[in-house]
């Protein structure tokens, strides 16, 4: 149920799946498959690309706006037919949760890779030199204070139902507070207001997103993730405190689909199955709609056009 | 006044036995809670810390799921739901085409913009037939076709379907007593509940998509209704319906030819209020999947396009216009027996309807653009709106650091620290205070028992970060709205003038101006509070005009009579009789407020609102709905103290 | 006498009493403690009453004295807590809902103090209500409607909204809506009150001009005495729920059977009400009289001029043209100017 969910732009990565024009395949069913298209636009092209790639293997499709956390549990008793986009970090417990339950098919993984740490934009470098590193970050804390953070420095987080643990600034002992914002659409708010005016930001963000291409910028690196991390307190800088370290930086991104898939529509299932998207595939379905303004189906229909041989592999696999 | 000295001493000895140290921790804090905090340590807010005196939560989720699943609740849900989708997707393919519901093609646009000019002009005339139309044109020339004919499909169902709902509880609790006196109390909260509160039975009980959000809606939309269709019938004149009852009524004729064509005023400001709720409801119903207007700006906000947002903003609210126009304008319209018409004179509106709608289904295919309007040829002014949000944010955001930095500094925190330093039995003694105050024991009692709920149920700190931010909007609310209704009330015109403001921003979606504010004031308290300003003033300003505008004329003649200047005329007449009014404006004001600073949560606030938007996203429907209600019985015992005093106030002004 | 069109019995109505607390004696009576009781308001208080077919029945009395809570009873618009309502021998009270819309659909028909004319409705829209609702054809009760504003003088108005009337007109098309049926019992609340005296009089010229055509049945409720005396074939004065006397006007004037009701008719004036008949010697032998005579049942009113312009005695003759007694000055003079020791 994420408001404006974060996963903007990645969600572009399947858009691989279909047929050249001259094969034609037997969906199997004329019973329309679901898709579900969650509140940011790479999602919502990729689902267009998927759904006239379905298309075209003489599938019937159906579009269905749905929140991004509830719709495992669409598909686990058929409302929808298949997930795009799993995103380890914010998905995997409602997906293991209708795993668990049974009625929800792994689909398998992308290669595509995404990263969910503090991040800045890259003119935030001029005003604190040391960046990325998470020392520089703590140096420069005062220049990310504001008139109501008493002095110290202020990151800005997403909304608290991400629930992201503050406990970190306490680890590495920063002088920072930790602010969270009640909804993606405000840390792009705030995001534009400090960029527009030259001033210091640091805030949660996540790549592939549509904030690369419009700002440019990095994550802060904090010593590297490990399990130990979490649960030892004697690891790491801090030898008294657990939570001395960033968060991982690669989770997985799964497509998922509806138990009957494979029974009732075998064809687009064996696509699902093949398709793999690259962080690039995303970004660029993401520019389409938020850079160059295009609608979600025009875009997925131009994605198609160009990367005819992106897709075609897929389709051509034997078996 | 005197007889309540002995509140106000224990309330001192409270607050003086605490600085003292000496109060005993039970008299100070409930027992778990927000921790205390000055400004700088409220980052750890995302902790959720709080304890149920009462597991009021856990007893929800239990009667919840009981009936979800014991009861089988959930297969009729189910089943309304899925007759639902397919009325909506019948609604859908009717406007848009495609292959669900009855599998028609889409109609021309300018079928339907001959519709809406045509349907405007036989209904009201030119002005209402340029609005309609125009709006229309509006949605094809700005590329918003699509997410229109969606929302304007998603109306089709909901609103029918509430003012349905609506009138059949409001005629059988007319008739019942008990079923009236079970309803009044439900309406109050329902009205209050916050819009997010409501979402989460709805997931789980409808499921996910798109017609989960024309539940929602509708569920929303249909308290005014039932509300209005009561009132309207218990005021019809007795003797109306007694010479209903001599010309021979049955029941039923009585029912549908006098009693409800004689409320009509009152229905008909249901069907308005309706139209207005569905429409606020847009946007929100898209957070659970209502596609359309909504979505689509949810979306373009989620990609900061503030322009685009803007005029899809602005859509929503012509939308609202012309469906209450056009809605009103059908009520209106008399029908002339006196004409005795030949046939081509009578039907000439559906007719030309006929004719026009066929020219353009006949003209689509030599003319494209009668068709669909290219997208090539669609205009936004989207570029223009972000240009000047940037000049606003590049030019005042320096002039205005030292005056949040002060607001926040000085004023917010310190206000906010002394409602949560205040030991809560301090609080409850100073409500029950008011409560006897100006209602008796009552009252006292009754606000008493809505905020002690607020306290067993472990909300109570958050609820008063909900209150400072709530009291804070409201007193900026009267110091800027009442001047501004007083002044704009002064002549005819100005007047006018406001109250379409005043529509205009009621329908618009509050999120769109959000993004701004946090532009200009970044995330914190200031921000919420600003934008709960925008939106709570509006019955302020518009009760102020209307309290003014609508003393009797014989009163102000009397006053010209008097030889009263502008200024005497305002001190010594038009302000104390419009006081009552006016109180209930503040009233509305404080409701909006309250339904406001949980949306405003948006930005990130740390009180009640923001774990509500918590628990939607855990769709944990115990917890939503209790924070729903502790907000709603804030809003309540607001409600209740206010109108009691403005209803006594009237009294003595004889205007009732 | 013919059999009465409407007959009621120990008719009561008391506001705010459980039906359970009533307790009613053999004749219908209700004990008199419960009259009295906390939170009662008695408006009709044992009522017997006929009225015969043609007959014209004015009720008279003080505001609130239960007036037009005996025309509701007597339409059963409201519940009577308990007595009998007998119209033309039908039991009324024991209706079922069928029977009672029959009735008002082709029987009744009424005139509200207030109006009620039904705001959404244009005045031939009112006026053609009871007829829709009887299921008649769109273009007769358009008709009948039309007959109807011509026969109350509205024409040109038939497409306002009573809101758009003044008072006058709206209690017009109220008159017009319940005579659009052809009612045989025809009740009025106070019909004419709301009109300026002019209309007001023509509106009764008119409303004697229709009985004599139609001859309904009508219960007339007004507080205007001259409106009484000139529609009224009986009056029935009413004091807190009772009827203090019904009669006819000269009765009523010259036998007040309380002191309420002489007090109510102290200011009436008496030559309005008193026939000639009833203020007349007998024919004396040989006595000189005046060569023209007066009807015996003409109202003094309208003889004063004449029996003071002559020098001799006027004679009193009936429809017959017999003699049947003479009229001097000094009778006249005495029904002008009664002196309050003597009764007249
Ligand atoms: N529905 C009611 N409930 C309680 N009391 C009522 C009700 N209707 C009338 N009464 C009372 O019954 C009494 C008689 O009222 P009614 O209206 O019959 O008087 P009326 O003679 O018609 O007076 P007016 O000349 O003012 O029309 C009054 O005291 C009135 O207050
Ligand atoms: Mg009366």
Known sequence: MKLFSKRAVASALFAGLGISGTATADCGSSDPIVIPTHNWSSQIVMSHVVGQLFEKIGCNVEYTSTDSQAVYEAVRIGDATIELEVWEGSFATSFNTALDKGGILDAGTHDAVTREEWWYPTYVEEHCPGLPDWEALAACAEMFARPDSGGKGVYVDGPVEWLHDPA???????????????GAAALWAELEAAAKQNKPIVMFNWSPNFTDALYGGSFIEFPAFDEKCKTDASWGINPDATNDCGSPAGGYLKKAAWYMMPVTWPAAYKALTRINFTTN????MAMFVDVEEMEHDEAATRWIEENEDVWSPWLYASQ | MKGYAWLGALVLALLLAKSAGLLPAFLDELPLHLEKSSIDTLGDAGKEAYTELVPFGLILDHTFEFMREELGVSLVTRFVSKRLKELIDIFDNILRGGRKGLGLSAPPWTALLVIAFILGYSLKGWRLALLSGGTVMYFAIFGLWKFAMETLALLAAAVPISIIIGLLVGIVAYRKKWLELALLPILSVAQTLPHFAYLIPVVVFFGIGHQTGVIATIIFAVPPMVRLTLLGLQRVAPEIVEAGKMSGCTNLQLLFRVQLPSARNELLLGVNQVIMQCLAMVVIAAFIGASGLGYRLLHKLQSLKLGQSLEIGVAIVLLAVVLDGLSRAWAEKKRDYAADLPFHRRFRYPILLVVMVAAAYLLAPYFPILEKVPRDLTVTYAKTWDGLVDWIVLNWSDGLTNFRYFLIVNVLAPLRDALLYMPYPSVLLLVAGLGLLLGGYYSALLTLAFLVFIGLAGWWDRAMITAYMVVFATFICIVIGIPVGIFSALSERRAKTALFWCDTFQTFPSFIYILPVIMLFQVNDLSAIMAVIVYAIIPAVRYTVEGIRSIAPELEEAATMAGCNTRQRLVHLQLPVAIPHIMLGVNQTIMFAFSMVIIAAFVGTIDLGQQIFKALSETNIGKGVVLGLCVSFMALAVDHLVTRWARERRRLLGLD | MSEPVIRCRSLYKIFGLNPADLRIDGDGVVEPSILEREGTVTAVDNVNLDVSPGELLIVMGLSGSGKSTLVRCLSRLIEPTSGSVEIEGMNLLGMGDRELIDLRRSKM???????????????????????????????DYVERARRMIALVGLEGRENNFPRELSGGQQQRVGIARSLAVEPDIWFLDEPFSALDPLIRKEMQ????????LLNKTIVFITHDFDEALKLADRIAIMFNGRIEQIGRPEDIVLNPATDYVSRFTSDVPREKVLRVGSVMNPPSE??????????????VENVVEYVLGQRLPVPVVDSGDTVVGVMHQAHVLKVLFPSRSEPA
């Open chain 1, 168 to 182: 970190r600034i306490e680890a590495l002992g920063m002088n920072f507070i930790q602010i969270n914002v009640g």
């Open chain 3, 286 to 299: 040989g006595e000189e009289v005046a060569d023209r005579a007066v009807d015996v049942t003409d109202r």
């Open chain 3, 205 to 212: 010229d008119e409303f004697l001009r229709l009985q004599s």
């Open chain 1, 281 to 284: 595939h995303v970004g660029t």
């Open chain 3, 109 to 139: 028909g009424m005139v509200f103090q207030n109006f009620a004319l039904l705001p959404h409705r244009t005045a031939l829209e009112n006026i053609a209500f009871p007829l829709q609702m009887r299921g008649m054809k769109r273009r």
